[in-house]
């Protein structure tokens, strides 16, 4: 058991979700820690039913804290989260800060577990919402037929851009039913009504960065840096849960009913596959996913372009598996081990 522990970024969309789930799931620890920005330094947290005042995250509040849940923006992470280590804070990071960093192990429990074990650095990474979705439904294939590439649409929902991208869409639909124009503070358009297909900044060759990530954080996690990845990135007027459509081409053939079976006996993979279903269909969707800890996979069919490639449609709550739920996986790996 943990002496002291400490969840950074505890007043933001995810922090509050690894609360309920450190008190859901019984994480033991003696005692805990709410550090957040100076901006919510202050502010009152209830916790297990009892009142707790929000810390500022500088380096001093990490002293005599053995581990860490931070989910703070990518220049806090680079900034803060050694200043903790210094101080003997073991960190789960949700930022994208230190992921690629070859001294800093990219974990979903699932897969990797072991890896949370090596972290020269002090530093453990949790990876981008949608590469976590789309590594879960890959793996299995992967390991019965070796993926060689991977074409990857994700349908991301605002609040994977947080606070104010949830308030840019309920703001939208808001002025839409009033016949108003739409107000931005988040997007750099309207959402409401509207896809936008650019998710981060410009990188190489026309791809952003959010869409960079799906490649090398796949390779990372999958320990494989010859899957080739075709990503694109597109932000959908949907509350939570981001959907991908996956095509994946593999050098082995698998069959549909292999895939289901596959699919299946992955831990924390859910099928919902039916597309009759006497007359409605039965498929993963965001309205019915959002709240749940797992990874929901439908719409599974070959590819009619390809003799090896296999298609499906994948939906995961991005601030849970996406982002909380992984983090404290790992913690409670590290706790209790395999």
């Known amino acids: 058991m943990y002496e002291s522990i400490a969840v950074v970024g505890a007043t933001g969309a995810v922090g509050s979700i690894v609360l309920e789930l450190l008190d859901k799931r019984n994480f033991p620890y003696k005692t805990i820690k709410f550090l957040a920005s100076k901006r919510s330094a202050g502010k009152t947290i209830i916790f297990k039913g009892q009142s707790h005042t929000v810390e500022e995250s500088t380096p001093e509040a990490f002293v005599g804290v053995q581990l860490a849940i931070a989910s703070t923006p990518d220049e806090t992470a680079r900034d803060l989260l050694p200043d903790a280590v210094k101080r003997g804070t073991l960190v789960i990071d949700e930022s994208g800060y230190w992921r690629m960093d070859p001294d800093v192990p990219l974990v979903v429990p699932e897969i990797n577990a072991a890896a949370a ?70 997007f750099p358009y309207p959402i409401a009504g509207n896809c936008i297909p650019q998710i981060g900044s410009p990188k190489e060759q026309g791809y952003t960065s959010e869409e960079l990530k799906l490649l090398y954080e796949t390779r990372k996690i999958l320990g494989d840096d010859s899957i080739k990845v075709c990503p694109t990135a597109v932000r959908v007027p949907v ?52 709240g749940r800890d797992e990874v929901f996979i439908g719409r599974i069919r070959e590819d009619l372009s390809c003799d090896t490639g296999l298609a499906f449609w994948c939906v995961c709550d991005n601030l849970r598996k996406g982002a909380a739920t992984n983090a404290v996986q790992i913690a409670e790996y590290l706790q209790y081990g395999a």
Request: proline share 5%.
């Open 239 to 290: 509350v939570n849960c981001h959907s991908e459509s996956i095509l994946v081409e593999t050098e082995r053939k698998i069959t549909v009913s292999k895939a289901r079976e596959l699919f299946a006996a992955m831990p924390g993979v859910v099928v919902q596959d039916d597309l009759d279903n006497r007359g409605q269909g039965q498929y993963p969707m965001p309205y019915f996913c959002s």
């Open 117 to 186: 074990k090596n972290a020269p650095k002090g530093i453990i990474s949790s990876p981008n919402c949608s590469t976590t979705q789309l590594v879960m439904a890959v793996k299995p294939l992967h390991d019965y037929g070796k993926a060689k590439r991977i074409v990857v649409s994700t349908y991301q929902a605002v609040s994977g851009a947080g606070m104010l991208g949830t308030a840019d869409l309920e703001n939208g639909i808001r002025a839409i039913a009033e016949g108003r124009e739409q107000t931005v503070e988040c």
